[in-house]
């Protein structure tokens, strides 16, 4: 049995491929963010290292989570889209048992704790005993977790907060080297458990935030807020739908929006991006996310809307609108597109990451009906990001 494993839920991006147990191909990279950008070409080289095409995988393995909002939804819409694509089963497993299992075959031990920082002084914890999971995955108090894991008894640590933990364990409670979840792991646990026909959806262990501007709940976003001046950039997968050639303009779109052909030379939207942000895309990378199944683009000659459908999601990955046309209604043009065509391929919801400090840009989406589902610290080089969701179909102002 060959199986494909990714995770993007945490502090990495990982890939491997296994083969009845043998190691066929396997990357892993420590990052924060740019998971959505890296983790097709990441696949693309595993299967490459290994000589191997997608028609020769029989089954597909993913972490669920806990892990960050969107990072969780990275790997699971591209897994999902692979699992659509081959029509082969597609496992979750959770990011703390791979990095509890990781840790228990590095020491040997029997037990393991997984206690991952989830901020706000809290954790992510889990317990495992042998091949039994004690304490499934929990977010609670730090100082809570550290109990639960005394109580539990001897044991190896994993995780972001294991060093903390042994600190306030000692000796009985070694320290492991695995701080983050690794698709080799998850390629491991998941060939140990039988293929099922249910497609896996993100484990969120905490509630969302769920402020908007303002201090008005959710579902209560105005359609009359003001146009963006300024978008921002945002980052996650990609995934291959019918593109209709181009949106018309009507009474409340003064521009013409054509959808973007991903075999045509994108220089000209990575000139756009360019003009748009620090960090751009160059052309390579903008080809790699257009090739990507799911992945659609719209453009006008002054702006264009990067996204991609997997699974029922949507994703803006990035609305690029040169500087001389902001404030004239284009990104809602491009928007409005975006949103239509995910509408025809099926998703449910769409979800985009804006920078706290960027209050056009919130009020444009605000005025399409997205709202704040939650947060993303330092997100943005240091700043603070929103992440926002629209229930599709939407009633588009």
Not at 298 to 308: C, E, I, N, S, T
Not at 310 to 316: F, K, L, V, Y
Request: glycine share 10%; with cysteine; net charge neutral.
């Amino acid at each position: 049995m060959r199986i494909l494993a990714v995770d993007t839920a945490l502090g990495a991006c990982s890939v491997a491929l296994l083969e009845d147990g043998r190691l066929l191909a396997h990357i892993f990279e420590p990052m924060e963010r740019g998971h959505a950008e890296r983790l097709a070409p990441m696949v693309d080289e595993a299967m490459k290292q290994a000589g191997a095409g997608f028609d020769t995988l029989d089954r597909l393995a993913v972490t669920v989570g806990p892990g960050t909002f969107t990072g969780q939804r990275v790997g699971l819409a591209f897994m999902r889209g692979l699992r659509l694509a081959l029509q082969i089963p597609l496992t979750g497993v959770t990011s703390l048992e791979a990095m509890a299992m990781a840790a228990m075959v590095e020491t040997k031990m029997s037990k393991a704790a997984a206690i991952h920082d989830a901020r706000r002084e809290e954790a992510y914890l889990l317990l495992r005993d042998g091949d039994r999971v004690m304490q499934p995955p929990v977010v609670l108090a730090f100082a809570e977790a550290i109990a639960r894991i005394a109580a539990f008894g001897p044991c190896v640590l994993a995780g972001t907060g294991a060093a903390l933990a042994h600190q306030s364990l000692g000796g009985d409670f070694p320290l492991s080297a695995i701080r983050q979840p690794d698709a080799l792991w998850l390629a491991r646990l998941a060939q140990s458990q039988p293929p099922g026909n249910d497609v896996p959806g993100p484990l969120y262990l905490r509630a969302p935030d769920a402020k908007l501007p303002g201090g008005r709940s959710i579902g209560q976003a105005s359609a009359s807020e003001p146009s963006a001046v300024r978008p921002e950039n945002v980052s996650i997968g990609q995934t291959s739908i019918s593109e209709p050639s181009a949106v018309r303009p009507d009474k409340k779109t003064l521009f013409e929006v054509t959808a973007f052909d991903p075999t045509t030379d994108p220089t000209p939207l990575a000139a756009l991006h360019a003009a748009c942000f620090n960090d751009a895309w160059d052309a390579a990378s903008l080809r790699t996310m257009l090739a990507a199944p799911g992945a659609f683009a719209f453009h006008h000659p002054d702006g264009f809307v990067l996204a991609r459908v997997a699974g029922g999601e949507a994703e803006i990955l990035t609305l690029a609108v040169a500087p001389y046309a902001r404030g004239r209604g284009l990104g809602r043009a491009l928007l409005r597109a975006a949103i239509a065509q995910a509408k025809r391929a099926g998703a449910e919801e769409m979800f985009l990451e804006v920078g706290s400090d960027n209050p056009a840009a919130k009020a444009l989406y605000a005025g399409l009906g997205f709202v704040n589902v939650g947060w993303r610290k330092a997100y943005y080089r240091g700043r603070d990001a929103a992440v926002l969701r629209l229930s599709l179909p939407a009633d588009l102002p």
